[in-house]
């Protein structure tokens, strides 16, 4: 586009494929928008400590009056939609990380090891903010797969995020928008820097790497946080795996908190000391 | 008063502690409700043993900072008892444990979960697994991730597998492009470069890249086969076929050949048409900015690889009220 504007302005034949382009994707977008998000309502609000600690449940000074009804997910927004069941979609809900190639129609020849190891569990999905604070997260029965950020994006966004970065992104943006095109056709679906050397037969249109320097806000944004918050779990990795569930995830929950409150304070303070440089104004010399 | 035990970080204290029998339990059972004895920073485990809060918080700031097991972290406080000479030996590792998730739940967390300046739903989310987890035999029925479909569960019948998604539906007429895309992509880089005197490379090596980028080269049926593809691109979108026809089969280099085919390289992908459309789409739309703003950020930019295939995609989906004439 640089080159065309340099040279007496947009060709005829890119007008023509970009009216083209569009017929199609409107076309696109028909077939599948067959229907209209659910709307957000009020569902029971949940408390990690229900199934952690019992005797809290049903006590009315706590308020928890529903014995051990969602647990084993922490997000600081209550539910507000319920995951809905697509019955004519094959192997919805399995955990398909391991996916390699052309057999679903995902394209991607990244192989990703299970994370359910050795009769483990299949880890933890966290989701983080630009700052590095973790926003919630949730213990994941049997091995992570899309299903699992479709689930929990889905059921506490009451607006879809506007960009989501994960090291699956290629297979994840047709995952979501087959599902619910309604609610995810603002979001921008991106695999991190750290990950885009893998997914070598991935369209450049899902690097974060190609956007950078487009979009300021994307620029600014190290999408390689995710790696840096899961690294500080590293600490308790080896407690965990000998604890029982209730205390597992008492104990995430509980660490992840104080990492959060160190983050917050360093974020806190570096805003802080950018405000105080604005106000200061520019430095006369 | 009953004797109870206050254990801090270097020593035991014995003491005593005032309790009632407790209305809940049955009478024979002997229970006592003790005091919480919060409000001096101690945890009344069960009214014989209490610990200090700086004790408990000890050990959270500890295994925060390095993997330290429970057993590890006792056997630390024993020792420093021993060097303090307390009378009455740190508790078992157990004990511990059991006293340290029962203080968890009396922590109270401001602002847990929520980034001060993103707030609890931030508009950009990074999400990651990772294998932090415990043996697959613990895991019981109360786990309720998201993922988990209740009965009351809304049921989305007609969503079905997508068809028709992809630019050029027919995989034979994407396979064969790409593979002339890639033949030319290979050869042409290698001579333009030589020209420039960019590169060192054999003259056997310039006359076999010089040859393979002139269709010269080519044999009968692979020279029907190239026009069979621009042909059938043709029909599928005139302009499409003539940036074909112009940047793959013809041989010489064009100026702005490279983002060209670029462009070229995304209709031979098998990745959803929509959801290239969409991501391209959000990201000119998203910033809330003019179609003029966002053409001229492409005109600023450095990287010419996604640039026009963004420009072409955003401006296939920009809504007809955008001052776009197309």
Same mark, same amino acid.
């Given at each position: 586009?640089?080159?065309?504007?340099?040279?007496? %302005?947009?060709?005829?034949?890119?007008?023509?494929?970009?009216?083209?382009?569009?017929?199609?994707? *409107?076309?696109?977008?028909?077939?599948?928008?067959?229907?209209?998000?659910?709307?957000?309502?009020?569902?029971?609000?949940?408390?990690?400590?229900?199934?952690?600690?019992?005797?809290?449940?049903?006590?009315?000074?706590?308020?928890?009056?529903?014995?051990?009804?969602?647990?084993?997910?922490?997000?600081?927004?209550?539910? *507000?939609?319920?995951?809905?069941?697509?019955?004519?979609?094959?192997?919805?809900?399995?955990?398909?990380?391991?996916?390699?190639?052309? @057999?679903? %129609?995902?394209?991607?020849?990244?192989?990703?090891?299970?994370?359910?190891?050795?009769?483990?569990?299949?880890?933890?999905?966290?989701?983080?903010?630009?700052?590095?604070?973790?926003?919630?997260?949730?213990? @994941?029965?049997?091995?992570?797969?899309?299903?699992?950020?479709? #689930?929990? @994006?889905?059921?506490?966004?009451?607006?879809?995020?506007?960009?989501?970065?994960?090291?699956?992104?290629?297979?994840?943006?047709?995952?979501?928008?087959? $599902?619910?095109?309604?609610?995810?056709?603002?979001?921008?679906?991106? @695999?991190?820097?750290?990950?885009?050397?893998?997914?070598?037969?991935?369209?450049?249109?899902?690097?974060?790497?190609?956007?950078?320097?487009?979009?300021?806000?994307?620029?600014?944004?190290?999408?390689?946080?995710?790696?840096?918050?899961? #690294? #500080?779990?590293?600490?308790?990795?080896?407690?965990? #795996?000998?604890?029982?569930?209730?205390?597992? *995830?008492?104990?995430?929950?509980?660490?992840?908190?104080?990492?959060?409150? $160190?983050?917050?304070?360093?974020?806190?303070?570096?805003?802080?000391?950018?405000?105080?440089?604005?106000?200061?104004?520019?430095?006369?010399? | 008063?009953?004797?109870?035990?206050?254990?801090?970080?270097?020593?035991?204290?014995?003491?005593?502690?005032?309790?009632?029998?407790?209305?809940?339990?049955?009478?024979?059972?002997?229970?006592?409700?003790?005091?919480? !004895?919060?409000?001096?920073?101690?945890?009344?485990?069960?009214?014989?043993?209490?610990?200090?809060?700086?004790?408990?918080?000890?050990?959270?700031?500890?295994?925060?900072?390095?993997?330290?097991?429970?057993?590890?972290?006792?056997?630390?406080?024993?020792?420093?008892?021993?060097?303090?000479?307390?009378?009455?030996?740190?508790?078992?590792? +157990?004990?511990?444990?059991?006293?340290?998730?029962?203080?968890?739940?009396?922590?109270?967390?401001?602002?847990?979960?929520? !980034?001060?300046?993103?707030?609890?739903?931030?508009?950009?989310?990074?999400?990651?697994?990772?294998?932090?987890?415990?043996?697959?035999?613990?895991?019981?029925?109360?786990?309720?991730?998201?993922?988990?479909?209740?009965?009351?569960?809304?049921?989305?019948?007609?969503?079905?597998?997508?068809?028709?998604?992809?630019?050029? +539906?027919?995989?034979?007429?994407?396979? &064969?492009?790409?593979?002339?895309?890639?033949?030319?992509?290979?050869?042409?880089?290698?001579?333009?470069?030589?020209?420039?005197?960019?590169?060192?490379?054999?003259?056997?090596?310039?006359?076999?890249?010089?040859?393979?980028?002139? &269709?010269?080269?080519?044999?009968?049926?692979?020279?029907?086969?190239?026009?069979?593809?621009? &042909?059938?691109?043709?029909?599928?979108? +005139?302009?499409?076929?003539?940036?074909?026809? &112009?940047?793959?089969?013809?041989?010489?280099?064009?100026?702005?050949?490279?983002?060209?085919?670029?462009?070229?390289?995304?209709?031979?992908?098998?990745?959803?048409?929509?959801?290239?459309?969409?991501?391209?789409?959000?990201? !000119?739309?998203?910033?809330?900015?003019?179609?003029?703003?966002?053409?001229?950020?492409? !005109?600023?930019?450095?990287?010419?690889?996604?640039?026009?295939?963004?420009?072409?995609?955003?401006?296939?989906?920009?809504?007809?009220?955008?001052?776009?004439?197309?």
């Amino acid at each position: 586009m640089r080159f065309e504007l340099g040279h007496g %302005g947009i060709s005829e034949t890119i007008r023509q494929l970009a009216k083209f382009l569009r017929e199609r994707s *409107i076309k696109a977008l028909a077939t599948i928008n067959t229907h209209d998000t659910p709307a957000p309502k009020s569902l029971p609000q949940q408390d990690w400590r229900k199934v952690c600690f019992p005797q809290f449940a049903n006590d009315p000074k706590t308020g928890f009056t529903e014995l051990r009804m969602q647990t084993g997910a922490y997000y600081p927004t209550p539910q *507000i939609r319920e995951r809905p069941r697509y019955p004519h979609l094959p192997h919805d809900c399995d955990a398909e990380r391991s996916v390699t190639s052309d @057999i679903d %129609g995902i394209g991607c020849n990244k192989f990703y090891a299970t994370y359910g190891k050795r009769g483990m569990n299949g880890g933890i999905l966290a989701l983080w903010c630009r700052h590095g604070v973790c926003v919630g997260f949730h213990i @994941i029965p049997k091995g992570e797969g899309r299903n699992d950020v479709f #689930s929990a @994006i889905f059921t506490r966004w009451e607006v879809a995020p506007r960009v989501v970065i994960y090291d699956f992104a290629c297979a994840l943006a047709a995952y979501c928008m087959t $599902r619910e095109p309604d609610y995810w056709k603002n979001t921008l679906f991106l @695999i991190d820097k750290f990950h885009s050397s893998g997914h070598s037969t991935c369209s450049p249109a899902c690097m974060l790497i190609n956007y950078v320097d487009d979009d300021v806000v994307l620029a600014t944004l190290n999408s390689s946080i995710g790696e840096s918050g899961n #690294s #500080s779990l590293k600490p308790i990795k080896k407690s965990v #795996s000998y604890m029982s569930e209730q205390h597992a *995830i008492a104990f995430i929950k509980n660490y992840v908190s104080l990492v959060n409150c $160190r983050t917050c304070l360093r974020t806190v303070l570096v805003e802080a000391a950018k405000q105080r440089d604005l106000a200061r104004g520019p430095v006369s010399v | 008063m009953i004797d109870a035990v206050i254990y801090s970080s270097v020593l035991a204290i014995r003491s005593s502690i005032e309790v009632l029998p407790c209305s809940a339990c049955h009478r024979n059972a002997h229970r006592f409700a003790g005091p919480d !004895c919060g409000g001096l920073q101690l945890f009344n485990f069960n009214n014989k043993i209490l610990f200090t809060h700086e004790l408990l918080n000890e050990y959270q700031n500890r295994s925060s900072l390095a993997e330290l097991p429970f057993e590890s972290f006792r056997n630390a406080i024993q020792n420093t008892y021993q060097t303090w000479f307390s009378e009455v030996e740190f508790v078992r590792e +157990d004990v511990f444990r059991d006293a340290y998730f029962g203080f968890l739940p009396l922590q109270q967390v401001e602002h847990d979960f929520t !980034c001060p300046i993103c707030g609890p739903t931030p508009d950009e989310v990074i999400v990651d697994g990772t294998s932090v987890s415990f043996h697959s035999s613990r895991v019981t029925n109360d786990l309720h991730p998201p993922t988990r479909i209740s009965s009351s569960a809304p049921l989305a019948s007609d969503v079905k597998p997508p068809q028709n998604q992809v630019l050029v +539906d027919d995989k034979a007429l994407r396979n &064969t492009s790409l593979r002339f895309w890639n033949w030319r992509n290979k050869n042409l880089p290698l001579v333009a470069r030589r020209n420039k005197g960019g590169e060192i490379i054999s003259e056997e090596e310039l006359k076999l890249a010089e040859d393979a980028i002139t &269709t010269k080269s080519l044999n009968l049926a692979l020279k029907t086969e190239l026009q069979g593809v621009v &042909t059938e691109l043709r029909a599928i979108s +005139d302009p499409l076929g003539m940036l074909f026809d &112009t940047h793959v089969r013809d041989g010489k280099e064009k100026p702005g050949h490279q983002g060209y085919m670029r462009l070229l390289r995304q209709v031979g992908d098998s990745m959803e048409v929509l959801m290239a459309l969409l991501t391209a789409y959000n990201s !000119c739309l998203h910033t809330n900015q003019s179609f003029s703003w966002f053409l001229s950020n492409l !005109c600023q930019s450095s990287r010419g690889l996604w640039r026009r295939v963004t420009m072409v995609w955003s401006m296939s989906l920009l809504p007809l009220s955008l001052p776009l004439q197309l």
